[in-house]
């Protein structure tokens, strides 16, 4: 879907750390661009961190976006003061701002309302469990008034609110009832046109290998690492299956000896576990794509990128009660458990007969592309439209 030139994005961020482009800090822009916008990032990243050979990979793959560095500064409200004087300097060139969080984004759009009337915001809200509760409750005095200004900023104050959960959609709506029709699901996705250019497809179910796949920081109190471990105790091992997980941005100091503590008292398991430092992306996928199923026991998350990864490489999706968990296993894509002996029961279930996860291994690629960000992006504008923030 293409668009006119003319039309400028903005994006405003409090980041300074040139790995997150890869993710859906990077990707929207990127996809924006791609579909014909003039788009601006503008964040605490310095333009001389692209010269830096380790972050060379993260800036190619968002070539054409024009970054913008402002210097980090005291924040207001949860926004970084230089950043709401660049919106006070520069709002009559945004034609769409993007801000992320709900709260974070008030005195901004304020600024930007009063500098630009016409101009049009969009706020994505990141959500994990512990979102919710951070809004004001309506059965106290303070509350209401907190929840009546937020419901004017809700009303007035932006044009587009999205979330990454049809759940914390459903919190929102029900939170800002005035403001159903601008409260959207988007979710987050991978990068299809990188897919595309490197050749990244996935293996036929039958080149596939018996393996569970997990991936993020191990040990944290989010990951929740020592449920998986449960889990390796109460299942009934078959054939050649084990579990890898990937360290993603590493493991916290305690993991070590918790997982060496752990195969001493279970020296049949350690065959069966196989633990990978931090991968570049295309190594990552190797194992996305290797993977039949992939196994997320965190506590919470806003959206669980690497499940979205698996799912577009094929793999079967096992997952705790996070917000996304019914987004991606509809359809029979995958299963949302509550215990530790609910997925050692069917991760032993899935290991003596794999039918499950053969018949399902269609659908599950099919689901994918809902994760890609060629089609969020193709949704985005079609709220833009709906909502009048593009003609």
Same mark, same amino acid.
């Given at each position: 879907m293409q668009t006119n030139k003319k039309i400028s994005f903005y994006f405003l961020i409090t980041v300074s750390e040139p790995f997150l482009l890869l993710k859906d800090v990077g990707m929207i822009p990127f996809y924006l661009y791609n579909a014909g916008y003039d788009v601006h990032f503008v964040s605490h990243i310095l333009s001389t961190d692209a010269t830096k050979p380790e972050n060379a990979t993260y800036f190619k793959r968002v070539a054409g976006i024009k970054f913008e560095h402002v210097p980090p500064? %005291?924040?207001?409200?949860?926004?970084?003061? =230089? @950043? /709401?004087?660049? /919106?006070?300097? =520069?709002?009559?060139k945004m034609d769409i701002l993007l801000i992320y969080f709900f709260k974070s984004a008030m005195l901004p759009s304020l600024i930007y309302k009063l500098r630009n009337k016409n101009g049009k915001i969009w706020v994505k809200c990141d959500m994990d469990g512990s979102s919710y509760n951070n809004y004001p409750s309506k059965a106290t005095f303070v509350g209401r008034i907190k929840n009546k200004i937020f419901e004017q900023f809700a009303k007035k104050g932006y044009d587009l609110i999205t979330a990454?959960? =049809?759940?914390? *959609?459903?919190?929102?709506r029900n939170y800002y009832p005035q403001s159903q029709h601008k409260i959207r699901y988007l979710p987050d996705? *991978?990068?299809?046109? +990188? $897919?595309? =250019? &490197?050749?990244v497809t996935p293996f036929p179910y039958g080149q596939k290998e018996n393996i569970i796949l997990t991936v993020g920081r191990l040990g944290t109190f989010q990951k929740n690492t020592e449920f998986l471990l449960e889990c390796m105790e109460?299942?009934? +091992?078959?054939?050649? +299956?084990?579990? *890898?997980?990937?360290?993603?941005?590493?493991? !916290?100091?305690d993991f070590a000896p918790k997982l060496e503590a752990f195969f001493e008292k279970n020296p049949h398991l350690r065959e069966r576990f196989e633990l990978v430092p931090n991968l570049q992306h295309k190594e990552l996928f190797e194992?996305? %794509? %290797?993977?039949? /199923?992939?196994?997320? !026991?965190? %506590? $919470?998350?806003? $959206?669980? @990128?690497f499940i979205a990864e698996g799912l577009s490489m094929g793999d079967y999706v096992v997952t705790t009660p996070i917000c996304?968990?019914?987004?991606? *296993? &509809?359809?029979g894509c995958g299963v949302e458990v509550q215990t530790s002996d609910e997925m050692a029961s069917f991760l032993s279930y899935v290991m003596a007969d794999e039918t499950a996860l053969r018949e399902a291994y269609p659908r599950v690629l099919e689901h994918a592309k809902e994760f890609y960000w060629s089609n969020i992006i193709n !949704?985005? &504008? !079609?709220? +833009?439209?709906? @909502?009048?923030? /593009?003609?």
């Open positions: 500064s %005291r924040r207001i409200f949860g926004f970084s003061w =230089n @950043l /709401i004087k660049y /919106i006070w300097s =520069n709002a009559k990454e959960s =049809n759940m914390a *959609v459903d919190f929102l996705g *991978v990068d299809d046109i +990188w $897919f595309e =250019n &490197q050749g109460k299942m009934q +091992w078959q054939g050649d +299956w084990k579990i *890898v997980a990937v360290a993603g941005s590493g493991t !916290t100091p194992y996305y %794509r %290797r993977a039949k /199923i992939v196994c997320c !026991t965190s %506590r $919470f998350e806003s $959206f669980g @990128l996304t968990a019914p987004d991606f *296993v &509809q359809g !949704t985005l &504008q !079609t709220y +833009w439209k709906e @909502l009048h923030l /593009i003609s």
